[in-house]
């Protein structure tokens, strides 16, 4: 492997986010107003400690994505929140990013049925990686987040 996974700390977000990639570091602002560190942070910190990797390129050290679950809503054990942020680095490790994307849903689906998230339109590679994934989308929100910008719902249920 070229790329490996280990448990996500916040030392991998630190790694991560001056290299996040331009689509994922403009969806993080118009959904929550985050910077690429601050959304790593939360996601990370919200996310069930053992739902959260970091992938990491074998020959650099360098974080390649981030990636985890979190309970959507209080009460509700049956919905999570899947995310992943990547560096373009990602790219180079196609084949083994969709292995590893695949075996980490499955990982996540067992703990909830139901994985969703809000996608923002104009991230066109995270929208088709997602439907590669199963996911579907189930609503369009013309004015999500505090970019108020056209965001997508996708789910994934199991």
């Keep these: 492997m070229r ?11 630190r790694n991560l986010s001056p290299r996040l ?11 929550d107003g ?5 959304a790593l942070v939360h996601s990370l910190g919200a996310s069930d ?8 390129e074998v ?9 985890g679950a979190a309970p959507m809503y209080a009460g509700n054990e049956e919905i999570g929140a899947a995310w992943l942020l990547s560096s373009p680095d990602i790219d180079k490790y196609h084949r083994e990013a ?10 996540m689906h067992d703990r909830y049925p139901v994985l969703t998230n809000f996608i923002d339109v ?6 088709r990686w997602l439907g590669r994934l199963g996911f579907e989308p189930v609503r369009f929100h013309p004015f999500h987040g505090v970019g108020r910008l056209p965001f997508l719902k996708y789910e994934s249920k199991r």
């Design 59 to 67: 020959a650099t050290g360098n974080v390649v994505s981030m990636f």
């Design 98 to 107: 969709w292995t590893l994307s695949k075996r980490h849903v499955d990982l």
């Design 49 to 56: 400690r053992d739902l959260a990797w970091a992938a990491i």
């Design 21 to 31: 990639r331009a689509s994922d570091a403009a969806e993080v602002m118009a959904s």
């Design 34 to 38: 985050f910077s690429p560190d601050e």
């Design 122 to 127: 104009r991230n066109v590679t995270s929208l």
């Design 3 to 13: 790329i490996t996974v280990e448990p996500a700390e916040e030392h991998h977000a």
